[in-house]
């Protein structure tokens, strides 16, 4: 299957400062990449589509200035997370799609102290 | 948009019973119906998916029916082994370019 690539792993980080987190498809080239955060104990939460090329789309209630995403390339998302606080502290995962199969990336732990 | 409940929340079963777990969407143009397992701070793993002009599919234990009319599908894990203890989140998309949207998911525990 398609392979996503996503770093660091884990994070942790000063209140205030920010935090980039990068996705790359290594074997395929992803036009779109979706971001996922996910509480503990709860379910993947759509954050933001990704497009290469373009703005990102936002779901609902979620601050696009505070979770920058940027789609430079084909391969590559990345997914900044400004002014952190500790309520941001989660599991982010990115995905992409080779029709019909999602891939995910492995997950980064960001904790915000 | 779409959205997807899944039920139950927890599943508590002797090993060698069947488990279910049932999940419904609400936007009848989704037509990919995924199960994933996760393990804690994991990325979720693909265990069996169903797409929308399939009524049911197995793989060894596990199958998946899907109901279009109903807008339900669900999955049935037979023989169940403790390792088969985990998190399981269906999910649904419409199209090859959106996201999946995933249920709440199911915790899992199978005692020997």
């Known amino acids: 299957g398609a392979v996503v690539s996503q770093h660091p792993s884990w994070v942790i980080c000063k209140s205030g400062t920010s935090v980039k987190i990068e996705c790359r498809s290594l074997?395929?080239?992803?036009?779109?990449m979706f971001w996922y955060r996910q509480f503990p104990k709860q379910s993947l939460m759509l954050m933001a589509t990704?497009?290469?090329?373009?703005?990102?789309?936002?779901e609902q209630g979620v601050e696009k200035d505070k979770f920058l995403i940027n789609h430079a390339s084909l391969t590559l998302s990345t997914l900044t997370v400004t002014s952190a606080h500790p309520e941001d502290s989660s599991f982010y995962i990115c995905s992409a799609r080779v029709y019909p199969e999602a891939f995910f990336g492995q997950g980064t732990r960001l904790t915000v102290v | 948009g779409e959205n997807v409940e899944q039920h139950p929340s927890t599943l508590s079963v002797q090993e060698g019973d069947s488990a279910v777990i049932k999940c419904t969407y609400s936007d009848s143009a989704s037509n990919y119906f995924p199960w994933y397992k996760q393990e804690l701070g994991k990325r979720p793993q693909l265990i069996i998916d169903i797409r929308s002009n399939v009524g049911e599919k197995k793989d060894q234990r596990i199958a998946v029916t899907l109901n279009k009319t109903a807008k339900h599908f669900s999955l049935h894990i037979t023989e169940t082994q403790p390792e088969d203890s985990a998190v399981y989140f269906c999910a649904a998309s419409n199209q090859a370019g959106t996201a999946l949207i995933f249920g709440k998911g199911t915790t899992l525990s199978v005692s020997s």
């Open positions: 074997d395929f080239q992803a036009t779109t």
């Open positions: 990704s497009n290469e090329g373009s703005k990102a789309t936002y």
